[in-house]
């Protein structure tokens, strides 16, 4: 736990933080695209350079930029004002909370030290794409299979209820 | 839009970027003008007497649309006149903010003493400098007001930005434009 | 490892200080080459040729009122420059200037280093169109958004059949790939081409500069900029013109490498090769006009990409069967 992890870990949080509590959402949305570069560089450090670069690419560049565009076309940033509409689960969620972070801390208390992240990885050789091929495209070809084809039914999906006219319901 | 279309437009251009630019680099090089370019207005005068040909008739400002001519007349004295009638414009003033050079003076005037020369190099910096007089626009006058108070200035001639194939003959007397 | 950093240090301030210079007079060439382009002369009043020109503009903005609109949103309005400026030069980083150390940084995926530079610029543009306020910057922001992450995707694939012939993701191994293989506009012209029509889309140039077409929205999202906040601006677009340009060459026609056996001088061949790119973007900006918007994304989702797609996978083909993998 060297004063750089320790100096993400409370970027990270403040960022995500943030992410929930800004009133304004592309606020909050920005802070979400730094908490996604920040763990991209958590990745980084990580030696998982692809995977780093990768959630830089994709998830700040990409995913948070059409998130902040589909914000901005509906004007969405003002929060709309008026009665909550189940008031009854905010201290239900507290409680769920506090809850899960004590049984989260019980488990990593109870759990053995795990590998120095150095050596783990040293297997990773790296985490370059030469190393993550043969992984993705030979090890785990079919569960890479599985995922393209449900996030290919998702945008059929999605497509398919929005086109307007005789589609599926509004 | 075709390919050859986006082609032929890319050598249009590419052949412009290896001709001469058609830009004139004035104040470097003269402007040429045409003969009959509405300018800054000359009060002609007579090439034989030397009398003025403005008899202070008043038609320019009265044909004048924008109401830019002040004209005050005043009795030739028999000895020495001024102009070849009975009467001379003693105060003749053009606003040339006010004038629209539309020519209507030229065309109404009926000794052709007022004419429109070639000279447009007019901005000046008051208001008060643009109400130009008689002897501002006389035909002995050559440049405008700020040209030749610059001129005075530097102790220069008055260098004029322009040049004209041919000077029309109804501007009598104009030499240098 | 002090001295390293010491020495990676003065690169990039080298590069930096390179890359404004190449800004200001950038901006020399595109007045007076597209001036020549359309037969007249640029300026040529400040110092000899105008070359003093650019000299004369930073003072004319820098002495500009600054204003902030009302209704701006303050944070954003102030940090969007800021980004834009910023993830344009940094794009150069990783682009090899000569053979070995002549690079600021040899990252190991310089590739996707310049995607994510690219990724993270848009949000400088769509973030200033949010925080004017006012409805012609939103509309320009938003148009870009859509325009450039499609263009940015068409990008990606143009670049992998490329990655694919080379074996690897960093620029300078690329470089030197093309220098003992031949350049890749050979082997890859579709790909070439995918690529230069999807960077023209990138650096928001004609055809494609939406995001400022003036006819249609003022000056598009940087509207209500002005003074150095505009010139923040105004840098990033024409960095994205000169990075673009400068990726072009190193990835298609061989970098800062000497073609027919000429001699190798470090910065001098990339510079022909950039220039040419430079000039060849101008001259389109001087003939061709603005698409209209949704042509553009529907060429960008319905040419380009399937084009870009169906040539790696032609790509990807050869480099199996003829054992380059």
């Known amino acids: 736990m060297s004063l750089l992890d320790l100096f993400l870990g409370a970027l990270l949080l403040l960022t995500g933080f943030l992410a929930v509590r800004l009133k304004n959402a592309v606020h909050a949305a920005l802070a979400l695209a730094a908490n996604f570069i920040l763990v991209g560089v958590v990745y980084m450090l990580l030696e998982a350079r692809f995977l780093g670069w990768i959630q830089i690419i994709v998830y700040a560049g990409a995913i948070m930029v059409l998130f902040v565009f589909v914000i901005m076309l509906l004007y969405a940033a003002q929060a709309e004002v008026g009665a909550d509409p189940l008031p009854g689960l905010k201290p239900l969620a507290a409680a769920v909370g506090v809850v899960g972070f004590l049984a989260l801390t019980y488990a990593f208390a109870g759990a053995k030290a795990p590998l120095a992240a150095k050596a783990a990885s040293a297997a990773l050789a790296g985490g370059t794409a030469e190393a993550l091929g043969p992984l993705i495209w030979q090890t785990w070809l079919y569960a890479v299979l599985l995922v393209a084809a449900l996030l290919l039914v998702a945008t059929v999906a999605a497509v398919t209820i929005l086109r307007p006219g005789e589609g599926g319901g509004r | ?177 | ?325």
Not at chain 2, 153 to 172: I, S
Not at chain 3, 112 to 131: D, H, K, M, N, R
Request: glycine share 6%; aromatic share 16%; charged share 15%.
């Open chain 2, 1 to 177: 839009m075709s390919v050859m279309a986006l082609a032929k437009a890319l050598g249009i251009t590419l052949r412009h970027f290896f001709s001469k630019p058609v830009t004139i680099p004035y104040p470097d090089a003269p402007v040429p003008l045409k003969p009959r370019f509405h300018g800054r207005h000359v009060l002609t005068r007579h090439p034989d007497t030397g009398l003025e040909k403005c008899i202070g008739c008043s038609l320019c400002a009265a044909a004048c649309p924008a109401y830019a001519i002040y004209v005050e007349p005043a009795e030739n004295d028999p000895e020495n006149p001024v102009s070849i009638g009975e009467r001379y414009a003693k105060v003749y003033e053009i606003n040339m903010l006010r004038c629209i050079f539309c020519g209507n003076c030229e065309e109404a005037c009926p000794t052709g003493a007022i004419v429109l020369g070639y000279e447009f190099e007019l901005a000046d910096y008051r208001y008060s400098d643009f109400v130009y007089t008689k002897e501002d626009l006389l035909v002995d006058t050559v440049g405008s007001k700020p040209q030749r108070r610059e001129a005075k200035e530097r102790k220069k001639p008055v260098k004029l930005g322009f040049e004209v194939p041919y000077v029309r003959p109804e501007l009598e007397g104009v030499k240098y434009e």
């Open chain 3, 1 to 325: 490892m002090i001295w390293a950093l010491f020495v990676t240090a003065v690169k990039a301030l080298v590069l930096i200080l390179a890359l404004l210079f190449a800004f200001a007079y950038i901006t020399w060439i595109m007045r007076r080459g597209l001036a020549r382009f359309q037969i007249r002369l640029g300026p040529n009043r400040v110092g000899p040729f105008g070359l003093l020109q650019p000299i004369a503009d930073a003072v004319k903005a820098i002495f500009k009122e600054d204003i902030t609109v009302a209704r701006a949103d303050r944070f954003l309005y102030w940090l969007a420059p800021f980004l834009a400026f910023t993830f344009a030069l940094a794009a150069f980083a990783v682009i090899p200037v000569g053979p070995d150390g002549w690079v600021v940084a040899n990252i190991d995926m310089g590739v996707l280093y310049v995607f994510a530079v690219s990724e993270l610029a848009i949000y400088g543009v769509f973030l200033a169109g949010w925080a004017s306020g006012s409805k012609y910057p939103l509309m320009g922001g938003l148009r870009s958004i859509a325009a450039l992450v499609g263009y940015e995707l068409a990008l990606g694939m143009a670049i992998l059949p490329v990655v694919l012939m080379a074996g690897t993701l960093n620029l300078q191994e690329i470089v030197e790939w093309q220098k003992q293989h031949g350049y890749f506009i050979i082997y890859q012209f579709p790909a070439f081409l995918v690529y230069f029509i999807a960077s023209l889309a990138e650096m928001s140039r004609t055809p494609f500069d939406f995001a400022e077409a003036e006819q249609e929205l003022v000056a598009g999202f940087h509207t209500e900029y002005s003074s150095m906040k505009f010139v923040a601006f105004y840098i990033a677009e024409l960095l994205h013109w000169i990075v673009g340009s400068a990726l072009i060459a190193t990835l298609f026609l061989g970098g800062w490498d000497a073609p027919f056996g000429l001699p190798e001088i470090p910065v001098l061949w990339l510079f022909v090769k950039w220039a040419l790119f430079i000039f060849l973007v101008l001259w389109i900006w001087a003939s061709w006009f603005r698409t209209r918007y949704d042509q553009m994304i529907r060429f960008a989702w319905g040419v380009l990409l399937p084009v870009a797609t169906v040539w790696f996978l032609i790509t990807a083909y050869y480099v199996v069967k003829g054992g380059m993998a």
